[in-house]
């Protein structure tokens, strides 16, 4: 089973500020079997990214995904009030389904 | 545009079956598309995909390691809707339960129903 690894686990910023986020595989993942969500409190999980850097349906254009192989990244290049929440990647394993992150918890410094 | 509206018990008994229903609306159950996945979420066990149905001229079903001695989905085409049964559930099955389409990535979720295993 592939696992998957957030850096960091928490990170501060401020409104304005940029954004980087990490998702690291145990090995390696196809690009286009990679996703990104954001969630917040009491709500379900919302698509970001597939594919790696393919922007979902009505996201913000602030937003981009990166990476191949076993490294991957989500950016967001100012930080909006809303955007503070948790991002989760996710990777898809064809028969064996999907594996999850833990998450990055994104909160207001 | 997609909508999937779940529905059941928030609480059960150690031991018994939790099952759940997803509603379908704005897409099919056996579209040629698509998939229909139980997802849950726990603060111990974060995001678990449990398991997925589709169609492809006939119907698949795969369920995750964990939990495949215990799982079944199912769909309702009549209804346009899919099912989780989950048997022998322990206090460890207590999470937030979704239900959502995707192959790769899960672009629709249902509103989550958090399901307590407890007597």
């Known amino acids: 089973e592939i696992v998957l690894t957030h850096s960091p686990g928490t990170l501060s910023l401020s409104p304005g500020e940029r954004a980087t986020l990490s998702c690291r595989a145990s090995?390696?993942?196809?690009?286009?079997?990679l996703a990104w969500y954001q969630q917040k409190p009491g709500q379900a999980p919302r698509l970001l990214i597939y594919?790696?850097?393919s922007r979902a349906t009505g996201i913000p254009d602030r937003f981009s995904g990166s990476g191949s192989g076993t490294d991957f990244t989500l950016t967001i290049s100012r930080l909006e009030p809303e955007d503070f929440a948790v991002y989760f990647c996710?990777?898809?394993?064809?028969?064996?389904?999907?594996?999850f992150g833990q998450g990055t918890k994104l909160e207001i410094k | 545009q997609v909508q999937l509206q779940q529905s059941g018990p928030g609480l059960v008994k150690p031991s018994q079956t939790l099952s759940l229903t997803c509603a379908i609306s704005?897409?099919?159950?056996?579209?040629?598309?698509?998939?229909w996945n139980w997802i849950r979420q726990s603060p111990s066990r974060g995001l678990e995909w449990l398991g997925r149905?589709?169609?492809?001229?006939?119907?698949?079903?795969d369920y995750a390691v964990s939990v495949k001695s215990r799982i079944t989905i199912s769909p309702d085409t009549p209804k346009n809707q899919f099912s989780l049964h989950l048997n022998s559930v322990t206090p460890e099955d207590t999470a937030v339960y979704y239900c959502?389409?995707?192959?790769?990535?899960?672009?629709?979720w249902g509103q989550g129903t958090l399901v307590t295993v407890s007597s």
């Open positions: 959502a389409r995707g192959i790769e990535a899960v672009d629709y």
């Open positions: 594919g790696a850097s």
């Open positions: 704005g897409d099919s159950v056996s579209s040629n598309s698509a998939a």
């Open positions: 996710q990777q898809y394993g064809s028969s064996l389904g999907y594996t």
């Open positions: 090995q390696s993942v196809s690009s286009s079997h």
């Open positions: 149905t589709y169609y492809r001229s006939m119907w698949y079903f």
